[in-house]
């Protein structure tokens, strides 16, 4: 089983990035799939996620109208748009895979954002 993530990288506020999440080894379409990031000295936060296996998603009230996750389930892959980046994005950013009991977690991939 695998979770890579992708996409992160240095931007300036304002900036936009797209986050990709692609999954192996497990059946990618039985999976809730999230985002989540965790800032320096700071907790794991739920960032985005797909409700269930449907199309009902949930945001943050810090990024909402501002991020977008979407899947493709023929490309086993998740992403995360995010858009207007401020500093305060800055984290690693980790994809998750939920199947009660089951969950899987990507390594991170960093974005931070800065002039």
């Known amino acids: 089983v695998q979770l890579v993530e992708s996409g992160g990288g240095l931007v300036q506020p304002g900036g936009s990035l797209t986050l990709s999440c692609a999954a192996s080894g497990f059946t990618f379409s039985s999976y809730a799939m999230s985002w989540y990031r965790q800032a320096p000295g700071k907790e794991r936060e739920l960032v985005a996620a797909f409700t269930g296996t449907g199309g009902t998603t949930y945001y943050a009230d810090s990024v909402k109208g501002r991020f977008t996750i979407s899947r493709d389930n023929g490309k086993n892959t998740v992403y995360l748009q995010m858009s207007s980046l401020k500093p305060e994005d800055t984290a690693v950013y980790y994809c998750?895979?939920?199947?009660?009991?089951?969950?899987?977690w990507g390594q991170g991939t960093q974005v931070t954002v800065s002039s």
């Open positions: 998750r895979a939920r199947r009660w009991p089951t969950e899987y």
